[in-house]
Each structure stands twice: as C-alpha cells, then as structure tokens.
C-alpha cells in the first residue's frame, strides 16, 4: 500500500486474522509490523479497566476456559445479565478463552492456533496487561530486530464504549460531563505505564473524550462519527486532533475541511484493497481495518 507516513492500525488488533482484542490478535498484528493497535475497553465488576468491545460475553465468540474461575457462567446457558462485562471480574473475564470466529463468511481467514508469545491465551485481558505484553514482544528474541523496534514505538488508540442511551453500559458514576470512573482509569493506566505520548483515546460519546480531557489535557483525542460529516474541524475546537469517520462517508471537502482544521483523518473499518487505494489517493493519513496484512502488504 502506497503512502509511507500512513498509520496503519489494526482493528481489535488484527480481527481478519485472529480473535479480536485478544493477546495473539495483538501479537499477530504486531507481527505484521502495524503501526497502531486498536482497541476497545469497558469496566469490569472490580473496576479494572478491560479491552472488549461488546457489554456482554457472547457465545458466539467466547467459551468457558479450561480452569475457570468455578461457578462463571456460562455463556451456553446463562442469562445475558448475567454475562455482561461490568458484573464480572477481571479475573472472571480471564476465565473465558474467546477464541471462536463468530463470522467466518466474513473473516475467513481468521484463525485461533497458539502465537508465538501469547499461546493459546484468548481471555479477555485488562488494559495494563496488554501494555506489559506489548512490552515483552519489544524485548523478545523470538521477534526480529524491526518487529522488537515497532513494538516498542507502536501507538495504542484505545476506545471507550460508552452508549449515550445506555449509561448501564459502562456503570459507573459518570454524569454526562464530569469524568466519571472509567475516564479516570483509563487515563491512569494510561499514564502508569508511561505510554501517553503513544496513545489516543477514540470514542463515538464525545462527552466522554471531553471528560478524558478535563481529567487529563495531555491525552490525544480521536472523534469517532459513523453518519456523514459537513464539518469535522468542530472537532478540534474541543480538542480532538483525529477524526475517524466510517469509510463510506469520507468526501474529498470533509476531508479537506478537517485537514484545514488541524485533525488528522483516519477512517475505519477499511478492509477491502481497492477501498483502502482509493481512500489513501484521496488523502487519508492512516486506516483503521481488521486486515493490516493486505493494507501493508507491497501495491
């Protein structure tokens, strides 16, 4: 793929490829030499600041682990309330292995055999744990020099899922303005592990990436849309200094008026070459896609 300043980022780590947001998807990804790990966090029952993207465990991509923690539920049988993130531990979460491909029309290529360094560890992680993975890849001599080297200065876009209608989602004392719990945590994991200069924090309530900002003004923020935008610089008045917006609604003016404004453009969830070629001739500074092996492989 053309275009050497490009920020390639893969999606939930490398999704077409591997289980999303688990230790050998991010492996994988790191492998292929990305230069952005994407992800999503939520906010386990004990308040450790986890990477998944649903609210619930799901069958359809998550089974009991061998030696889980007893009485965990079971995504077979139980009731989704009884599955969602915010009512389970962290250690609980470690119990599940989401190693199932719960699309494989759509990610055939996606596989869930043991990596290098991960193994066969499919549980859901917390936050600090991936930053501490990421750095053992960095100092593994099971990796080449380039691959220990983008390791150690890959960048961590980490998103929020909060749900304006659904303030249960999260569950914490957010109050649609101040930084709640989660914000919090996420900013001090963040700034614990001394990678802040490599982060962004994205997220589609952009109330939260206002909260993340009064809790902490040093963090780059990403504005996340998903319909069309007239004007994306009203994103940098608040502070954000990306825009990603859904592919399909990037237009040569948006991206133009966002450029005028400072941000930066990064669409997602880019996985098809042809798309990925149009969409860097047209000027995008980097592509969000579950497959960074076709977005970095040679034109």
Avoid at 132 to 150: H, I, M, P
């Amino acid at each position: 793929m053309d275009g050497a300043n490009l920020d390639i980022q893969g999606h939930r780590g490398a999704r077409g490829l591997r289980p999303e947001n688990t230790l050998p998807s991010f492996e994988v990804a790191l492998d292929l030499g990305v230069t952005t790990l994407e992800l999503d966090l939520h906010l386990s029952a004990d308040d450790r600041v986890v990477i998944w993207h649903d609210p619930v465990i799901d069958p359809a991509k998550c089974r009991l682990g061998a030696g889980a923690p007893a009485g965990l539920p079971d995504p077979e049988t139980a009731e989704a309330s009884e599955l969602a993130i915010r009512s389970l531990t962290a250690e609980q979460l470690a119990g599940y292995s989401c190693d199932r491909n719960p699309d494989a029309n759509r990610f055939p290529e996606q596989r869930s055999d043991p990596a290098a360094l991960a193994g066969s560890s499919y549980g859901i992680i917390t936050l600090t744990e991936l930053f501490s993975f990421v750095e053992a890849y960095s100092n593994s001599e099971l990796k080449t020099s380039d691959q220990r080297q983008g390791a150690a200065e890959v960048g961590f876009n980490i998103e929020t899922k909060r749900v304006p209608a659904s303030p249960g989602t999260i569950g914490d004392d957010f109050d649609g303005l101040n930084p709640g719990l989660f914000e919090r945590r996420v900013a001090d994991d963040v700034n614990g592990a001394g990678v802040g200069a490599r982060v962004t924090v994205q997220s589609f309530d952009h109330r939260s990436l206002r909260a993340i900002h009064a809790y902490d003004p040093d963090l780059r923020l990403v504005a996340l849309t998903g319909d069309p935008v007239r004007d994306p610089g009203q994103y940098a008045d608040w502070g954000a200094t990306v825009w990603s917006p859904r592919a399909s609604t990037v237009t040569e003016a948006a991206l133009q008026a966002a450029h005028a404004a400072g941000l930066l453009v990064i669409p997602w969830t880019v996985n098809d070459p042809d798309e990925m070629a149009a969409l860097v001739s047209l000027g995008v500074d980097g592509l969000i896609t579950d497959r960074p092996d076709l977005a970095l492989s040679e034109p």
